[in-house]
């Protein structure tokens, strides 16, 4: 499976992006997929993740409310929908995909090559 994320920039602080994640290959709707993010000086961190059919999704406390995780298996792409954006959420941004549905971040076995946020104040 390979990743493509899209949909970062510069917004302001109390706005919204919508990133996405593309993915090629046949059996991308048998895979969970997962965001992440890396700010500067800090460790990747777990942001949001959906199970293969979209039932199912999890979320860091810090982003729930104020994230939305969601998935088109007909266009192979997986969106984040971000609200209500803080100067804390700026960092890059990556989707991930793996077989089993899971928060961890070396627990994903595909990567995408990220996608960078900034949230001025």
């Known amino acids: 499976v390979q990743l493509q994320a899209s949909g970062g920039g510069l917004v302001q602080a109390g706005g919204s992006l919508r990133l996405s994640c593309a993915a090629s290959g046949r059996t991308f709707s048998s895979y969970a997929v997962g965001w992440f993010r890396q700010a500067p000086g800090k460790e990747r961190e777990f942001v949001a993740a959906?199970?293969?059919?979209?039932?199912?999704?999890k979320y860091a406390d810090s982003m729930k409310g104020r994230f939305t995780i969601s998935r088109d298996n007909a266009k192979n792409t997986v969106y984040l929908q971000m609200n209500s954006l803080k100067p804390e959420d700026t960092a890059v941004y990556y989707c991930a995909a793996d077989r089993l549905f899971r928060a961890g971040v070396r627990e994903y076995d595909y990567w995408g090559q990220g996608t960078l946020v900034t949230v001025s104040s």
């Open positions: 959906i199970n293969w059919s979209g039932s199912s999704t």
